[in-house]
């Protein structure tokens, strides 16, 4: 399977992206409030959400960022009013006072991960599109340099990726996605994502060996996901009746089961904050109808419920699709002349192809 059906966070609404990350063995979850700039905190312990708490004295005027660092979980956001960053720790009972971070200001959210043993963050300028990049050694910050040649209009995304820090963002003044990596000592050059665009910042994680990419539309509120192998992108898609008004937040969490994408996002038209995961294999639905062939010697019946199940995979979410019996045929009518039986199983007795796609395993 890919994406669960999304569901509402009881009694939790935001105004604009949350912030999401996994530390103690829980998902946590920060968020403005649904018309103030107070900050909430809470988490999901892989059954269901905690009721939200206010962070005492925080406030942000943009989404704020989370990261697990050093055995505490890190929380950066905006000031209520400026561009100043604030920094607080969580130690899985209490948030510690914020305290600004000397002489860094940004004009948009920011992004933080770790790598190398050091907690990294990178933000746009407090007036400009440029990129900075600062790390935190557990006492301090420090700024490591302007990023060469990389300009942002909203906030950036990171996560770590077969032993390198990944940066996607938006362009200067485009909806275009851009793409580069950090070694540990200097950035790639920023290449484009073929073919993707989005209205608003993008979200990464890392699940299934796969570094993971969803963000919203060039001009839409559909959510779109795609992956990177560690050498080329696939094709974005649409994640199914998933709509976002502001940017999806994103990330790994472990679960008995295996490690998870969660992603949490506000409602296509409201305030809402919705869940959902998926173990971050892309079910691509086709771009044409479906294909059926081979039919012979299969009951009605049984050939319908099989079409169900396709469609319920993901084969088309998009088209509405009929199927009906000639007057007086009934349940037990065997299609095509009989010459083969269905007892064997789906594959025998028909075979649906999809753009890209089969249904071989759908039983």
């Known amino acids: 399977m890919s994406w669960t059906p999304n569901v509402p966070i009881p009694d939790q ?34 059954a269901g959400w905690r009721p ?25 956001h905006l000031g209520d009013s400026s561009n100043q960053l604030w920094h607080s720790l969580w130690d899985g009972q209490r948030w510690t006072a914020n305290t600004q971070i000397p ?25 400009s599109n ?81 570094l993971q990419l969803v963000h919203l539309g060039d001009s839409s509120n559909r959510i779109w996901h795609s992956t990177f192998d560690g050498g080329t992108w696939a094709p974005n898609i649409p994640v199914p009746h998933q709509f976002a008004e502001e940017a999806p937040a994103l990330a790994a969490y472990a679960e ?7 992603m949490v996002h506000t409602g296509d038209s409201a305030d809402t904050l919705w869940h959902s995961s998926s173990d971050g294999i ?28 396709v469609r319920m995979a993901g084969a088309s979410t998009e088209v509405a699709y009929r199927f009906e019996l000639a007057p007086g045929a009934s349940d037990d009518t065997v299609l095509g002349d009989g010459a083969s039986t269905c007892s064997a199983g789906w594959a025998s007795c028909a075979s649906v192809r999809t753009a890209g796609w089969s249904t071989s395993g759908c039983r």
């Not at 940004?106 to 991960?113: G, I, L, Q």
């Not at 008995?256 to 969660?262: A, V």
Request: proline share 5%.
């Open 256 to 262: 008995p089961g295996g490690t998870r994408l969660h």
């Open 13 to 46: 609404q935001a105004k604009t992206t949350p912030a999401l990350a996994e530390f103690g063995g829980l998902l946590h979850l920060v968020h403005l409030g649904e018309s103030s700039n107070d900050l909430w905190h809470s988490w999901y312990d892989g």
């Open 130 to 210: 440029r990129l900075y990049h600062l790390v935190w050694d557990g006492q301090r910050w420090r700024q490591l340099m302007q990023i060469p040649g990389q300009l942002a209009k909203g906030a950036p995304a990171l996560a770590v990726h077969q032993g390198r820090l990944h940066l996607v963002h938006q362009g200067d003044s485009s909806n275009a996605l851009w793409h580069s990596t950090f070694d540990g000592s200097a950035w790639t050059t920023n290449v484009e994502i073929p073919g993707q665009q989005s209205k608003a910042a993008p979200a990464l994680a890392e699940v299934g060996g796969l």
């Open 103 to 127: 002489g860094e200001k940004a004009h948009s959210a920011v992004a933080m991960a770790e790598f190398g043993g050091l907690l990294h963050l990178v933000h746009n300028g407090d007036s």
């Open 52 to 76: 939200n708490e206010r962070i005492p004295d925080q406030q942000s005027k943009a989404p704020p960022a989370l990261a697990s660092y050093g055995g505490r979980l890190h929380l950066v």
């Open 282 to 309: 892309l079910v691509n639905r086709p771009t044409r109808r479906v294909v059926v062939i081979d039919i012979d010697g299969c009951r009605w019946d049984t050939f319908y419920r099989h079409l169900r199940r």
